[in-house]
Every structure is written in C-alpha cells, then in structure tokens.
C-alpha cells in the first residue's frame, strides 16, 4: 500500500483498525532512513535495557515491533526475543533490518494485540509496546483487551513498558497547538494538525516535502495507569522521558513499567 488513505473527513477516523492503513511503505522507509537507529540508541541509553536486566528478564515479547529497532537491540542484549505485530509489512521490513544489522533472524508473529494469544505462544518475563503504540487503540474496550492479553501472556512475576507521548501537555495547551517536534534536527518533524479528547491528529514532514499523517488517541497518562491498574497490575512506575528530565520542564514522553507481582 502506497498512499494513506483517510478519505473526506479525516478527523471521522477513529479506529483501531486503521493502523494498519496509516504505516504505508513510503511512510515507514523514509522514517527508517532519516530516523538513524545510532542516534536512537544515544538517545534512549541503556534506559530499557538495564529496567529488564535489574529484573532478570530472559524472555522478551515484543509486540509493537514496527521495523524492528528493539527486537534487534534486545537480541543484541542477549534476551530471547519474540518480535510481534499486527502489520505484515513492518514484519517484513524488521526481518530485513535485523538481517542488515548484525546478521540477526528476528522470530517475527503477525498478531494483533486484541487476541494476541491466538497466534503468540508461551508466557514471557517481559511485555514491551515501545514508540508510542499504544496511542492506536480508539476504544476503551480495545485497551482493556489488549492490556488483558499482555497480563496473562506474562509470568506471574513479569513486567510490561508501555511508552506513550505526553498528550496531557497537548490536551491542555502546554505546548500550545501547534508545538513541533524534530527528530534528526530539523529534517523530520512532527506536528499535531487537530487535537480533542478523542483523537490526536499528526502531521509528519519529511525533506523531500512529503507529508504523513496518524490519527491516535491521545493517551492521558493517569488513565493509562489506571487502565492498567485495573487490569491487574500491582505497581506501576512512571518515567519522564529515557533520561532524567530537568525539574518543571514537561517530558515529551512518559514510560510506564507495570509489574505483575
Ligand atoms: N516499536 C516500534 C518503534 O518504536 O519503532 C514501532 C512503533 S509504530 C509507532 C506502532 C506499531 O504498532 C506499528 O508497527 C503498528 O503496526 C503496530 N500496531 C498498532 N496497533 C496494533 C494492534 N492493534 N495490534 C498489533 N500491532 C499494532
């Protein structure tokens, strides 16, 4: 699929299952490309990697896999990794990174994470859904299921990461409507185009002048805990971006590290 398709009324789209519509091939290349994996590993640091070492996690089930960026970092690491996610063309596209970066043969399952355990097997020490995924969910119903199929997919003791943008900062006006974030400089940027409690809508330049766009939820980071809470989690901590962020400044991100037990 070439072209993103939202038809006459973008701001209509409110659906779980559009994703798979959004992340086209031209939108997924050019973000590999520009979005160097090097400078992703500067800027994440050791963050998740030494959170599941501290934990002495093995197994790692990663379920938004995306072109693949943590399932190659973490079999780098040494966890044993199931890399999954609901699109077939980010699978294809993590199974080729991973064989050009460091010869790895990534285990990759087409499985979407309302009925996860359909097609993913086994219990694992960890659960992660990294790079804002979870902001594709549109329903509650949605989050509830999938956020069931996570916890009883772990071990009694295991650990889910979910990381989501601060859209509270968007939601009430911190960054105005109309902040940009860049990545790689100034050569990728992302901008919110509409936001309401209901749906954020983003907008992504590239230098060739093409322009993207995701329709998510916008994720306030007390109802995620609290989703999660409910589900069945017994603590949850949340950070402020990968690093320590500077005391009143708003993260841009926040990760949530949910234990079972
Ligand atoms: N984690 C990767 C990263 O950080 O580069 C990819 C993040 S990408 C923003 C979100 C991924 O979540 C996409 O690959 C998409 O296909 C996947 N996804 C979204 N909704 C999903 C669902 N309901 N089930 C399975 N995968 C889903």
Redesign the pocket.
């Known amino acids: 699929m070439d072209q993103q398709r939202f038809g006459d009324d973008p701001l209509a789209v409110r659906d ?1 299952d559009h ?2 519509a959004e ?1 086209v091939t031209g939108f997924v290349e050019k973000w590999d490309e520009l979005i160097d994996w090097k400078r992703r590993y500067a800027s994440e640091g050791r963050f998740f990697i030494d959170q599941l070492k501290e934990r002495g996690v093995r197994n790692v089930l990663d ?5 693949g ?2 399932s190659v970092r973490l079999v780098e690491e040494g966890f044993d990794t199931v890399s ?4 077939p063309e ?1 699978l294809a596209k993590a199974f080729a990174n991973g064989l050009d970066f460091g010869g790895h043969i990534l285990r990759v399952v087409q ?4 009925w996860l355990n359909r097609s993913v097997h086994g219990t694992y020490d960890a659960i992660i859904c ?4 979870f902001t ?2 549109f329903s509650e119903r949605d989050r509830r299921k ?1 956020l069931a199929e996570f916890y009883a997919m772990l071990k009694h003791d295991g650990v889910l990461i979910i990381d989501q943008r601060n859209y509270d900062a968007l939601l009430d006006g911190k960054y105005g409507n109309k902040h940009t974030y860049y990545y790689c400089g100034e050569e990728v940027s992302a901008e919110p185009e509409y936001v309401d409690e209901g749906l954020a809508r983003f907008v992504y330049r590239f230098p060739d002048r093409s322009e993207y766009h995701l329709n998510m939820f916008p994720l306030r980071k007390n109802y995620t805990r609290r989703l999660m809470r409910e589900v069945g989690f017994q603590r949850i901590d949340t950070y402020g971006d990968f690093q320590e962020t500077h005391q009143g400044e708003d993260p841009d991100f926040f990760i949530h590290i949910a234990e079972k037990a």
């Open positions: 779980t994703y798979k992340y379920v938004a896999t995306g072109t960026f943590h999954a996610d609901g699109s980010m499985a979407d994470w309302r990294l790079g804002n995924s594709h969910l999938a």
